[in-house]
């Protein structure tokens, strides 16, 4: 069944097209890396997708409903990790509290939580492997961890897609290869359909069941071993690219750093 269905969707900001007539499938179950340079949509699609942006062509669906039309039921499917989340590290919150906040569009702001948004809280944090720190103020902890709990924040939802939009901007390497491993985990566990938007492919290009790659449009999509050819590349990044092995595997050089 598909999950979510891209039928000749635009959207426009200030009369510039941002996605220009995207047609595509996800099939439910799948991780999807989506790649492309600054300013190629990335985020907007995914706003899109969230019912935060409005498409002037075309519809999307979501397990076989239009988005607009059931746009209540479908986000609570939906758990979502926005790019560059920011909380001022001096707030006295604890990271538990930082998760129980995902299910305030369930409880109602002026509602206080039930045992079942506790419990759901405890089942994030563990599913992220952070419940031993669930008393920890959340400034205290390093960018990793913060990561981990906004992303049990999104799984407090009990989601049936996940959205990610750069989990791994601004972390150390290490910690990066942490969150990639972290989300495939979930994606094997849960059964969850990802949506994982990243500059760099090269660390998404294993675990990715398969890669989209953003230029306003649909440059290319599909398995990393089909789209990892170099005329694409260079068309998405506008610049030379260098395609090298390491490690058994293709690795993507732009203009020469890797992509990130």
């Known amino acids: 069944m598909s999950a979510i269905e891209f039928c000749n969707v635009a959207v426009e900001y200030e009369d510039k097209m941002v996605l220009n007539h995207m047609n595509f499938d996800i099939e439910e179950g799948e991780f999807i890396g989506i790649i492309g340079s600054n300013g190629s949509g990335k985020t907007t699609l ?147 359909t990802i949506l994982f938007v990243t500059h760099d492919v090269n660390s998404i290009s294993s675990v990715a069941d398969r890669i989209m790659y953003l230029k306003g449009k649909v440059v290319a999509f599909g398995p990393f071993s089909e789209v990892c050819r170099q005329d694409i590349l260079e068309n998405v990044y506008s610049v030379p690219v260098r395609i090298v092995e390491s490690e058994g595997k293709p690795c993507v050089i732009v203009s020469d750093h890797h992509v990130h």
């Open 46 to 192: 995914l706003k899109a997708l969230l019912g935060m942006v409005r498409p002037t062509e075309g519809h999307i669906n979501v397990f076989g409903k239009e988005l607009f039309s059931h746009l209540t039921e479908i986000r609570k499917k939906m758990g979502y990790v926005p790019q560059k989340t920011y909380m001022n590290p001096k707030m006295p919150v604890l990271a538990k509290e930082v998760v129980l906040m995902g299910r305030y569009g369930q409880i109602g702001l002026l509602k206080r939580p039930k045992r079942a948004d506790y419990e759901a809280a405890k089942r994030a944090l563990r599913d992220v492997e952070m419940y031993e720190m669930r008393n920890e103020p959340f400034g205290h902890l390093s960018g990793g961890q913060q990561q981990r709990i906004y992303i049990a924040r999104a799984l407090v939802q009990e989601p049936e897609i996940l959205l990610l939009d750069e989990p791994t901007t601004g972390l150390d390497v290490k910690s990066q290869e942490n969150i990639v491993r972290l989300i495939d985990r979930l994606h094997r566990e849960k059964g969850l």
